[in-house]
């Protein structure tokens, strides 16, 4: 009864239909991402997608690290390097070993994950010096500096101010009671992820312009 009520207030047109302003940046991310790998397999690489690259060296030089201290040190959510993890993992490039404790274990390199980081710290040098000749190839338009204009509006007023105050008094329905109870005891006592938790369980793959 709630979604059917829901569903016949929608009345105007599709939003999603329209190109949004910031698509194309999202397409060219989604480009560089699939030139990255077409690099890789012009080299006979086609097990690494360019999102693995960031852990498999982060580890390299870290050692074993928790799900936990992984996300951290590379400035992701622990949702997000678990789906990526367990990519890796099915792809054989990374295993797990016990932790400090029986509850937590710790990322480690195989022998094949550990064998590509040579030529994938090499590549993510050579992909950051391509960004940076991009970057002043299209001079005065740089995409650095717009990042960065941007990144400093948004610290003047944040995108939530900004579409808090557009979209006016817009308010979502709010379910039955008792839909609302069953939602708390499905989810009410879940608690965070472990770090002890198989990357590989339940979790699927980002797709193109996932963070490097």
Known sequence: ?????????????????????????????????????NVY???????VRPRYVHPLIRLAHTGPLTIRELAESLGRTHSAISQTLAGMRREGLIDSEPGEDARTRRITLTERGRSLVPFLEAEWRAT????????????PHSLSRAVIATTEALRRRSMKDRISDLIGGAMPPQPPDDQKAA?????????????????D????????????
Do not use: K
């Open 1 to 37: 009864m709630w979604q059917r009520c829901y569903i016949s207030t929608v009345t105007s047109s599709d939003p999603t239909r329209s190109r949004g302003r910031w698509q194309p940046l999202r397409d060219l991310l989604a480009e560089i991402e699939a030139e990255i790998e």
């Open 128 to 139: 950051e010096q391509a960004v940076a000749q991009l970057d002043d190839e299209v001079m």
């Open 183 to 199: 939602r708390q005891e499905t989810t009410g006592d879940a608690g965070g992820p472990d770090d002890d938790a198989d990357p």
């Open 41 to 47: 397999a012009a080299r006979g690489l086609h097990d």
């Open 201 to 212: 369980a339940g979790s699927t793959t980002s797709g193109p312009g996932a963070n490097r």
